[in-house]
């Protein structure tokens, strides 16, 4: 007999519950952003300076000229990145990978070094990934780089992402407390989501400064680079699929520094990454990198979210002091919301309903870029400086966030991400609160430029509220996109502007997400560190769909565990939504009354009649 149990999938979180409609106007009072104070116990060794020291390329030793390896493996091919200083004339212009084996080390490839940014990848297929392996990358003048290529982390249960953004350059110190916390913590993956290099025409010596501030954890685990705006020398960048720009703040769309130099940051920073899910350049040749990569059963789909991204100059009427900057209190959201402006681009949202189907050893689907699909922030710089909305943000065009929050949830995917200064997890809707997934994005390493999340109104009624913090809930963002925010990490006195990381891990066996979030100088290894104000919080991956079914389908019951289902509307072929699920038994939810074609493990059943709900 079908069961017919027909209901929202509720949140569920560690912390917390409803906070009273009085309670929240309580909240409304202005705000106390000495909320986020981090115990001033934690904060032992802050730097002393905010100046931004000049940018060199120190002199090393020729045994030292390898200044840092990335990899990742995928599917069984290994790719390394090499990154050198600047080497002599009359040096060798070829580097060599090799692994231990039986107590000697094995040449596997030797690589000609790229003469533009020293740096060589090489790639290796068959990789066996069921055994870690020491690696050894060499330079014929003697210099010798080892690290630890690990085995792929099918056996955990739980698999651990760091994920981190926006390596200011007014410290350009070392970042000993982040590298020691990260070392315990011993995450399978270290994110970066973009801004490792604020030095605008300096890129090289500042990738080279990221690698001697993050090598040491780098070295010995697989790790994802991905450039933002400051990357590619911007101070914010709308990628118009690679136009020209002409304009220094690129509000025109597309591209002011030189294509070399463009290509050179995503060389560096992506090259390692698994093989382009479609290479074709964008305009100009400026090269691409969208791809998936499989680590432990989570299958991270990285995707550029600035790339093809329309400017907003000559698109949408200025309307404040920049052409992204709104602060006009009475401009009509919807006017801004424009067809032509493109957010994630056809060729991503294609790349995603693809990547979205395929569940082969994949527990957890989980999407990487730049930043969160919302305007959740309103003061920006300084605490006197309030936006309604800015069209950097991904909360702009409208239509084009939510394209991508349908691909995400199509999966139930998670999204990392930074960016923001700012941390936040926000549970985001499309049509109606929550009815998408949750995004996390990481605070930042350290801070040039902060944001504050400090809402006038109060949150609409509903909703999660994190009884820790006073502004959680229910809000409209500046573009009237409805967001929920679970927590924020505000800039205050005591928390170095609100600087830190993100730590998530992924339970494949109870299908719970944690997402922890760090300040800086705190060691973790004390049993009294703490975390920022709100966090942790535990989410299920099916929170990630959090839409309210309208019907159900007839109960599944499988023969063996944990079958991936995939559900598609008969009536237009669309593809509602494909998963792993837990257990031997799933109840569909729906969200229109009518026939589906219904797969398990491949297995396709047609015409399955819709069961009303509620
Ligand atoms: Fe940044």
Same mark, same amino acid.
Request: proline share 8%; aromatic share 10%; with cysteine.
């Given at each position: 007999?079908?069961?017919?149990?027909?209901?929202?999938?509720?949140?569920?979180?560690?912390? &917390? /519950?409803?906070?009273? *409609?009085? @309670?929240?106007?309580?909240?409304?009072?202005?705000?106390? #952003? !000495?909320?986020?104070?981090? =115990?001033?116990?934690?904060?032992?060794?802050?730097?002393?300076?905010?100046?931004?020291?000049?940018?060199?390329?120190?002199?090393?030793?020729?045994?030292?000229?390898?200044?840092?390896?990335?990899?990742?493996?995928?599917?069984?091919?290994?790719?390394?990145?090499?990154?050198?200083?600047?080497?002599?004339?009359?040096?060798?212009?070829?580097?060599?990978?090799?692994?231990?084996?039986? &107590? /000697?080390?094995?040449? *596997?490839? @030797?690589?000609?070094?790229?003469?533009?940014?020293?740096? #060589? !990848?090489?790639?290796?297929? =068959?990789?066996?990934?069921?055994?870690?392996?020491?690696?050894?990358?060499?330079?014929?003048?003697?210099?010798?780089?080892?690290?630890?290529?690990?085995?792929?982390?099918?056996?955990?249960?739980?698999?651990?992402?760091?994920?981190?953004?926006?390596?200011?350059?007014?410290?350009?110190?070392?970042?000993?407390?982040?590298?020691?916390?990260?070392?315990?913590?011993?995450?399978?993956?270290?994110?970066?989501?973009?801004?490792?290099?604020?030095?605008?025409?300096?890129?090289?010596?500042?990738?080279?400064?990221?690698?001697?501030?993050?090598?040491?954890?780098?070295?010995?685990?697989?790790?994802?680079?991905?450039?933002?705006?400051?990357?590619?020398?911007?101070?914010?960048?709308?990628?118009?699929?690679?136009?020209?720009?002409?304009?220094?703040?690129?509000?025109?769309?597309?591209?002011?520094?030189?294509?070399?130099?463009?290509?050179?940051?995503?060389?560096?920073?992506?090259?390692?990454?698994?093989?382009?899910?479609?290479?074709?350049?964008?305009?100009?040749?400026?090269?691409?990198?969208?791809?998936?990569?499989?680590?432990?059963?989570?299958?991270?789909?990285?995707?550029?979210?600035?790339?093809?991204?329309?400017?907003?100059?000559?698109?949408?009427?200025?309307?404040?002091?920049?052409?992204?900057?709104?602060?006009?209190?009475?401009?009509?959201?919807?006017?801004?919301?424009?067809?032509?402006?493109?957010?994630?681009?056809?060729?991503?949202?294609?790349?995603?309903?693809?990547?979205?189907?395929?569940?082969?050893?994949?527990?957890?689907?989980?999407?990487?870029?730049?930043?969160?699909?919302?305007?959740?922030?309103?003061?920006?710089?300084?605490?006197?400086?309030?936006?309604?909305?800015?069209?950097?943000?991904?909360?702009?065009?409208?239509?084009?966030?939510?394209?991508?929050?349908?691909?995400?949830?199509?999966?139930?995917?998670?999204?990392?991400?930074?960016?923001?200064?700012?941390?936040?997890?926000?549970?985001?809707?499309?049509?109606?609160?929550?009815?998408?997934?949750?995004?996390?994005?990481?605070?930042?390493?350290?801070?040039?430029?902060?944001?504050?999340?400090?809402?006038?109104?109060?949150?609409?009624?509903?909703?999660?509220?994190?009884?820790?913090?006073?502004?959680?809930?229910?809000?409209?963002?500046?573009?009237?996109?409805?967001?929920?925010?679970?927590?924020?990490?505000?800039?205050?006195?005591?928390?170095?502007?609100?600087?830190?990381?993100?730590?998530?891990?992924?339970?494949?066996?109870?299908?719970?997400?944690?997402?922890?979030?760090?300040?800086?100088?705190?060691?973790?290894?004390?049993?009294?560190?703490?975390?920022?104000?709100?966090?942790?919080?535990?989410?299920?991956?099916?929170?990630?769909?959090?839409?309210?079914?309208?019907?159900?389908?007839?109960?599944?019951?499988?023969?063996?565990?944990?079958?991936?289902?995939?559900?598609?509307?008969?009536?237009?072929?669309?593809?509602?939504?494909?998963?792993?699920?837990?257990?031997?038994?799933?109840?569909?939810?729906?969200?229109?009354?009518?026939?589906?074609?219904?797969?398990?493990?491949?297995?396709?059943?047609?015409?399955?009649?819709?069961?009303?709900?509620?």
């Amino acid at each position: 007999m079908p069961t017919l149990t027909v209901h929202a999938w509720p949140l569920r979180v560690a912390v &917390g /519950g409803l906070l009273g *409609l009085t @309670t929240l106007l309580a909240y409304a009072a202005p705000a106390d #952003t !000495t909320e986020q104070v981090v =115990n001033a116990e934690q904060s032992p060794k802050p730097p002393a300076k905010q100046k931004r020291e000049p940018l060199v390329i120190p002199k090393v030793d020729r045994d030292k000229v390898i200044c840092f390896c990335l990899y990742t493996v995928h599917h069984k091919i290994l790719k390394l990145s090499a990154q050198l200083y600047p080497l002599l004339e009359g040096e060798a212009r070829t580097l060599s990978l090799e692994v231990e084996r039986e &107590g /000697g080390w094995e040449k *596997l490839q @030797t690589k000609e070094i790229h003469p533009v940014g020293w740096m #060589t !990848t090489f790639r290796i297929e =068959n990789w066996d990934d069921t055994r870690s392996w020491n690696y050894r990358v060499s330079h014929p003048g003697g210099a010798k780089y080892t690290g630890i290529i690990r085995k792929n982390p099918l056996d955990k249960d739980v698999i651990v992402v760091g994920n981190l953004s926006c390596n200011s350059n007014t410290d350009r110190g070392p970042r000993t407390d982040i590298i020691a916390n990260l070392k315990h913590q011993d995450p399978d993956l270290l994110f970066f989501a973009g801004d490792q290099s604020y030095d605008h025409k300096q890129h090289y010596a500042a990738w080279l400064l990221f690698g001697r501030q993050f090598g040491e954890i780098i070295k010995d685990r697989p790790t994802v680079t991905i450039p933002d705006d400051h990357d590619v020398g911007h101070p914010n960048l709308w990628g118009a699929a690679g136009k020209q720009s002409f304009r220094s703040d690129g509000a025109d769309g597309g591209y002011f520094m030189p294509v070399e130099y463009v290509n050179e940051v995503q060389q560096a920073q992506t090259s390692h990454l698994p093989d382009p899910f479609d290479p074709t350049p964008v305009l100009r040749g400026i090269s691409v990198y969208y791809t998936s990569l499989n680590v432990g059963g989570i299958d991270f789909a990285i995707i550029e979210d600035r790339k093809w991204k329309s400017g907003p100059l000559g698109i949408v009427p200025k309307m404040g002091p920049r052409p992204d900057h709104i602060n006009d209190p009475k401009f009509d959201r919807q006017s801004i919301n424009v067809p032509e402006a493109e957010l994630l681009g056809e060729r991503q949202l294609k790349f995603l309903r693809q990547w979205g189907q395929n569940w082969d050893g994949v527990t957890f689907k989980t999407v990487l870029s730049q930043s969160p699909f919302a305007n959740a922030a309103h003061l920006h710089g300084a605490e006197n400086n309030r936006l309604i909305a800015d069209l950097d943000s991904n909360g702009w065009p409208q239509h084009g966030r939510d394209a991508a929050l349908r691909e995400f949830r199509r999966c139930f995917a998670l999204h990392l991400c930074g960016d923001q200064h700012l941390a936040t997890v926000i549970h985001h809707g499309v049509n109606d609160w929550e009815d998408a997934g949750i995004s996390f994005a990481s605070p930042s390493i350290w801070n040039l430029y902060g944001r504050w999340w400090h809402p006038l109104d109060p949150a609409f009624p509903g909703g999660y509220r994190n009884p820790a913090l006073p502004f959680s809930g229910r809000y409209l963002d500046g573009l009237g996109n409805k967001i929920t925010m679970m927590a924020y990490a505000n800039p205050a006195p005591d928390n170095h502007k609100a600087t830190g990381y993100g730590l998530v891990r992924f339970n494949k066996k109870s299908r719970e997400i944690t997402l922890e979030c760090w300040p800086r100088f705190v060691d973790v290894t004390k049993p009294e560190a703490k975390q920022y104000t709100g966090w942790p919080l535990t989410v299920s991956q099916f929170d990630n769909y959090g839409r309210k079914p309208i019907a159900t389908l007839p109960q599944i019951v499988s023969e063996s565990p944990d079958p991936v289902v995939q559900i598609i509307d008969e009536q237009n072929g669309e593809i509602v939504y494909t998963v792993r699920i837990k257990g031997t038994t799933f109840t569909p939810k729906v969200f229109r009354a009518g026939s589906y074609t219904v797969r398990v493990d491949g297995r396709e059943t047609k015409n399955v009649q819709s069961i009303p709900g509620e």
